[in-house]
């Protein structure tokens, strides 16, 4: 079974300061791993993917995030926060293995906060 | 704009009614599935289809159901609606061919009220 765990339900930054939101993932295969973005009454965006390629993925917005499998770790980081990254952030985690389908296991979210 | 659309954006309605939410998905995406997305449950899988035929299920009720027709738009079908039924409803699309896992791509939602 797959699950994901957002450590942080809430993150505050400043404008210009770096943002780190943590995501711990488990998964019985290899798994695919993304960050999703929800602006408020907004669909989710895709952020950015993981699938096995290079472990430090870059995504949009000057975001990016590092695959670790020793950690079980897929943290998402932004040198410079800006006030648009205001929103709900969600780690994903899908497994896929031969004869089922993709599903995706969503986190419960970190909401980002950036301030003046 | 992911390409995904979904109708309608809002709707209100009250307890025991029927509800139906339309999903388009992105041209050429092959899958559709839908998602439930509450303040205490968050975001839940629903089902998902795939090229008309249902490939997955999720936490869906059994007052719930959903169709995929030949043009690939799909369809949530709520039914005997009660209170804690009151939730976004997104519909993502992918490619999803065998073999892979692809990214989904997530409509703007329909937000549903039952009162």
């Known amino acids: 079974a797959q699950s994901v765990t957002q450590l942080d339900s809430h993150v505050s930054v400043s404008e210009g300061t770096p943002v780190l939101l943590r995501c711990n993932y488990s998964?019985?295969?290899?798994?695919?791993l993304f960050w999703y973005v929800q602006h408020p009454n907004k669909g989710l965006q895709l952020l950015l993917k993981?699938?096995?390629?290079?472990?430090l993925v870059k995504g949009i917005n000057g975001f990016e995030a590092e695959f670790k499998k020793s950690e079980t770790s897929f943290h998402l980081t932004k040198p410079s926060a800006h006030m648009s990254d205001a929103a709900e952030y969600f780690c994903?985690?899908?497994?896929?293995?031969?004869?089922?389908?993709?599903?995706?296991?969503f986190g419960t979210g970190t909401r980002l906060q950036v301030t003046l | 704009d992911s390409g995904v659309t979904q109708t309608p954006k809002h709707l209100i309605t009250a307890t025991g009614q029927r509800v139906t939410l339309r999903c388009s998905p992105r041209s050429g995406d092959l899958s559709v599935y839908w998602y439930q997305q509450s303040l205490d449950q968050g975001l839940q899988f629903l089902i998902q289809?795939?090229?008309?035929?249902?490939?997955a299920k999720g936490n869906i009720l059994e007052r719930f159901s959903a169709q995929q027709v030949p043009d690939l738009h799909s369809e949530l079908n709520l039914s005997s609606l009660e209170l804690g039924d009151s939730a976004l409803y997104f519909c993502?699309?992918?490619?999803?061919?065998?073999?892979?896992?692809?990214?989904?791509?997530f409509g703007p939602g329909t937000r549903l009220t039952v009162t």
């Open positions: 993981y699938t096995s390629a290079a472990t």
């Open positions: 998964s019985s295969y290899s798994p695919s």
């Open positions: 289809y795939y090229n008309g035929e249902e490939r």
């Open positions: 993502a699309s992918s490619v999803e061919a065998s073999g892979a896992v692809y990214e989904q791509y």
């Open positions: 994903v985690v899908s497994d896929y293995s031969a004869g089922t389908a993709s599903k995706l296991t």
